[in-house]
């Protein structure tokens, strides 16, 4: 797998979206990745299936368990208030799978690009833990530490990495969390209005 540090956003969404599967999220559904076939959904569902991850194929459940021990990891790190910490936690995540940063066009007369590679033996929890360190030191050095954070809605435990120009964003799920209060404000409105 080939993953280019100037795309940031595609590892932090990645790293979003997998710490928002976990049981203690999804209070009301439980676990996301339930299965190797839930994994390959999730794969699919960010254009990893049979993108980058050359092992996205057919998702094993050791593979499903490593997964699930990154997620962990990841969140450790978008969690943590320390940007050294950080750093080197993402760091660490990025050095798995024999990865090594290499300057590449991206085509025979594109600009020089920098990426990290990993080795072919690479495990899908490896080649996702480069692509989400990538993201994560990417958002760090391009936008700031700052723009790691928790859920602002009461009802939820998620956690995203914020990769919007404004950097305004509240919820680890606009749609969903936002929505979710938006619509009880409303009610609340009309209630106080009645």
């Known amino acids: 797998m080939k993953v280019s540090f100037s795309n940031y956003a595609l590892g932090a969404g990645v790293a979003t979206s997998l710490v928002n599967t976990a049981p203690e999220v999804r209070r009301s559904t439980g676990e996301a990745l339930r299965s190797p076939g839930d994994l390959a959904r999730f794969l699919d569902e960010h ?18 368990r490593q997964v ?3 997620r962990g990891e990841i969140r450790d790190i978008m969690d943590t208030h320390a940007e050294d910490h950080a750093v080197d936690a993402a760091n660490g995540v990025l050095a798995r799978a024999g990865s090594r940063p290499v300057l590449l066009r991206n085509a025979e007369d594109g600009p020089w690009q920098w990426h990290v590679v990993t080795s072919q033996q690479a495990s899908l929890a490896e080649e996702l833990a480069v692509l989400t360190g990538a993201g994560m030191l990417g958002v760090i050095h391009t936008l700031s530490h700052s723009r790691f954070r928790a859920c602002t809605s009461s009802t939820c ?6 990769t919007s120009r404004a950097g305004r964003r509240r919820y680890c799920t606009p749609d969903v969390c936002g929505n979710r209060l938006n619509v009880a404000n409303h009610r609340a409105r009309r209630r106080a209005g009645a």
Do not use: Y
């Open 47 to 64: 254009g990893l299936s049979p993108g980058p991850l050359k092992s996205a194929a057919r998702p094993t459940g050791d593979d499903l």
């Open 68 to 70: 699930h021990a990154l």
């Open 157 to 162: 435990e998620g956690m995203f990495i914020d």
